[in-house]
């Protein structure tokens, strides 16, 4: 995962930026003086601002920072004073994910306050935090979410150089047939499930089956998608484990070559959570025993306690998918198909627009939301290409809709690059082929939303910079032409 791809480094770069700011939030928490307790909470206020909120502006970012103090420290204060009735402290607790889940509706804010909410709650489980410690760790919270701020729209800001590209809107519907309606029911069920069973395994740390359901439900739309993130979740804890064994519980919580290591985690947190969520997951896992160890509690048996845990949330979240108004695959990623295929087209119109001479088309902002939307496309054929799935026919044919979708993305960045060339001009060619691949998508998907070329603009012609861009866009046609048969194929990438 190391190896990965990482355009411009941005990864890279946030990943340090990251070490940097927690570790600046923590340093700055224990000079104020606070207590180690606190100073977790900090830092695990700093990691969450900078890895969760994603808005696509840095004005945005900096609105949702500041707003998570106003969501966490509510639900910190409540779950610090339901330690002793554990009833009511478990249906506040589900409460706040009903509401968490639900509120990804309304894009990367509300997915960030979502997290931020629940985590607090956790933290309050995870250090039995008690009302006499609010002052500090409120203190804490807001030192730190300074600190990281300071860092991340200051110091650093590595988004003023590369903007984040726009997420793509969350899928649509109204009621239950909306994902985010019917994903805040099934988390919550299996957040139900994990505290009772949770509390059966330990009655001091049930909390790690919570989180463990909590988190497979982050970035997932489908059935699918869930049980693969699942199945990562344990693999990525088991190996957390065997490390934390080696090298976790030899240090005792030492603190200088404990912080090392935390940073360690910190930065491979950062750097492998769009690549692989396993190894995203070992760092998790090794960086909770090494705080644990700063705590004075890990041991041997606490590890395998946390295996446990880890498996019953995964158990919850797996019955939850499967028994909770389900959302199917195939469902989620013939809409994630369907936008992309349309990208494609918008791209291709806006592209010929430029190329016939009109400034105000953008095909590069298209060719950008294309590459989001493929992401996700990726992510929800996941479940269909994992190699532990049995459906062989499905797997091929979900290779194939990838394969042919990198290849209208390489034919459409190509195309990009052509029409932002100064010297390529219009060709009567182009409009033909724009029109080609306009009948390609509506074979395809139906009507297209925005129409291409109507008539040649200017005089038919053979010119030199028109050439890549015919290139491209019989490529395009192809690619498309050849879509509609795993797309059309009898269930076509169901399961």
């Not at 088991?238 to 030899?250: E, S």
């Not at 910190?266 to 909770?288: D, E, K, L, N, R």
């Not at 054929?381 to 394969?403: D, E, F, S, Y």
């Not at 129409?451 to 046609?477: F, I, K, N």
Request: aromatic share 6%; glycine share 8%.
């Amino acid at each position: 995962m190391f190896t990965a791809p990482d355009p411009g480094l941005f990864r890279l770069r946030v990943s340090l930026r990251a070490v940097l700011g927690i570790g600046l939030a923590v340093t700055a928490c224990a000079a104020a003086g606070l207590p180690l307790p606190a100073s977790v909470t900090g830092g695990l206020a700093a990691l969450l601002a900078l890895f969760t909120v994603a808005d696509p502006t840095v004005r945005g970012q900096a609105v949702t920072t500041a707003l998570l103090p106003a969501v966490g420290l509510p639900v910190l204060t409540v779950a610090t004073a339901l330690h002793d009735v554990p009833a009511v402290r478990d249906a506040v607790w589900l409460t706040v994910v009903l509401a968490g889940v639900y509120a990804r509706r309304w894009g990367p804010r509300g997915h960030a306050l979502g997290i931020f909410a629940f985590m607090t709650f956790f933290v309050a489980q995870f250090l039995h935090a008690v009302p006499g410690q609010l002052p500090e760790l409120y203190a804490a919270v807001v030192l730190s979410l300074a600190t990281a701020s300071a860092v991340r729209f200051g110091v650093w800001c590595v988004e003023r150089r590369t903007p984040l590209p726009a997420a793509p809107a969350p899928l649509g519907g109204r009621g239950l047939a909306r994902p985010a309606t019917r994903q805040a029911f099934q988390a919550t069920a299996a957040c139900a499930f994990a505290i009772a069973a949770g509390q059966v395994l330990s009655h001091e740390r049930w909390y790690w089956a919570v989180g463990t359901a909590w988190w497979i439900f982050v970035n997932t739309a489908s059935r699918g998608e869930t049980l693969v993130r699942g199945f990562r979740r344990v693999v990525g804890t088991v190996t957390g484990i065997v490390a934390g064994l080696l090298v976790a519980v030899p240090l005792h919580g030492s603190p200088a070559p404990t912080a090392a290591l935390v940073a360690v985690c910190v930065f491979g947190i950062f750097y492998t959570a769009a690549p692989s969520y396993s190894w995203m997951m070992f760092f998790v896992t090794v960086m909770a025993g090494l705080l644990y160890g700063l705590l004075g509690v890990l041991h041997p048996g606490l590890l395998a306690l946390r295996l446990a845990e880890t498996g019953v949330g995964a158990l919850g979240a797996a019955l939850a998918v499967v028994l909770v108004l389900p959302i199917t695959t195939h469902a989620v990623t013939d809409q994630w198909v369907r936008r992309a295929v349309y990208a494609v087209h918008a791209c291709t119109a806006a592209a010929a627009r430029r190329l016939a001479g009109d400034p105000e088309a953008d095909p590069a902002s298209r060719a950008a939301e294309l590459e989001a939307l493929l992401g996700r496309v990726r992510q929800a054929l996941a479940p269909l290409v994992h190699p532990l799935n049995p459906l062989r026919a499905r797997k091929a044919r979900a290779r194939q809709v990838l394969a042919l979708l990198d290849e209208c993305a390489r034919r459409t960045r190509g195309l990009v690059a052509v029409a932002a060339d100064p010297d390529a001009s219009h060709d009567a060619r182009l409009t033909d082929a724009c029109r080609r691949v306009e009948t390609a998508v509506e074979a395809l998907l139906g009507a297209v939303p925005e129409r291409a070329l109507t008539s040649p603009a200017g005089v038919p012609g053979h010119h030199p910079g028109a050439e890549q861009a015919l290139g491209h866009l019989h490529g395009l046609e192809r690619a498309l032409i050849a879509l509609a048969v795993p797309l059309r194929a009898s269930s076509p990438v169901r399961v």
